[in-house]
């Protein structure tokens, strides 16, 4: 995932309410592939957050970071992307949507047994 450097929060939602695009330069910046993933996990996490709302807790961690390093050593990841559910590793890489939602519902379904 790429770092974007940014005002406050409660400046930046006042930028978007205004329809600028304050990461598009920083966004530019990166290479080609690592800005269609960070797109596909964007997409991903938008109709993750319309889907479920609530029920779903959605964290993107970049690996470069202090809490990746920790997260990475924990699970024992070695290659990102990935994808974890509840600590559980399930996929090392961008899933598609669909494959995605049938491992939440396999995932709270055991729970629920």
């Not at 005002?7 to 600028?20: E, F, P, Q, S, T």
């Not at 598009?24 to 109709?47: D, H, T, V, W």
């Not at 050593?73 to 494959?99: A, D, M, Q, S, T």
């Amino acid at each position: 995932m790429p770092t974007f450097y940014s005002h406050c929060h409660h400046c930046m939602h006042i930028i978007h309410v205004a329809g600028l695009k304050p990461y598009e330069e920083q966004l530019n910046e990166y290479p080609k592939e690592m800005r269609e993933e960070y797109f596909a996990i964007s997409k991903i996490g938008e109709k993750l957050i319309r889907d479920f709302r609530f029920s779903v807790n959605l964290e993107v961690t970049d690996g470069a970071s202090v809490k990746g390093f920790w997260k990475s050593l924990r699970h024992k990841i070695w290659k990102y992307p990935v994808v974890l559910i509840n600590g559980k590793k399930v996929f090392n890489r961008i899933p598609e949507y669909k494959e995605l939602k049938e491992k939440i519902f396999e995932y709270v379904s055991e729970v629920n047994e």
